[in-house]
């Protein structure tokens, strides 16, 4: 396989790592206490920004086509940033849909430092972990230097 194709297909990850996750936090175990709480972080991060992190991969595999190899690793390790203010469009529009009216800034404010702490948390940890098996993968000869490669 080559690197761009391995790109792209782990922009699926924080979707399917959650939903993979999600059975283990409906079973009574006896994980300890923090290993219960990255769990359930996990999944909810799957759950809260799966619909926004759609647009996200949406966008960036429309502007990936024909893309090298440095392209798309740029544009994997700035993909967390742009989680932000697509995700916060989704706050807004819940906000009004939820209430009815506005949101104040105030509100606004508190879901932004609620929010962008476990945005970029979780999405560099998936850059960082796609980065390092891509690396380590190259190094084995199972990922291959695409043709459009420009490193």
Known sequence: ???????????ALPLVVPALLAPLSLVDNQLPKWLRM??????????????????V???????????????IRRGLVLSPLLMLPVCLVFIVVIGLVRSGRDLT?????DAV??????I???????VVLVLGVVWL?????VLISSPLTVS
């Open 105 to 109: 800034a105030s509100e606004f404010y």
């Open 57 to 71: 991969i949406a966008l960036l595999l429309f502007w990936a086509r024909g893309k090298g190899e440095a392209q």
């Open 38 to 55: 990255m769990l359930g972080f996990t999944v909810y991060s799957g759950l809260i920004g799966g619909l926004p992190y759609l647009v």
């Open 137 to 141: 993968l190259r190094r084995r000869g």
């Open 1 to 11: 396989m080559n690197v761009v194709r391995a790109y792209k297909l782990s922009l």
């Open 120 to 126: 970029l948390g979780f999405g560099y940890t998936y």
């Open 113 to 118: 430092a609620l929010f962008a702490p476990f």
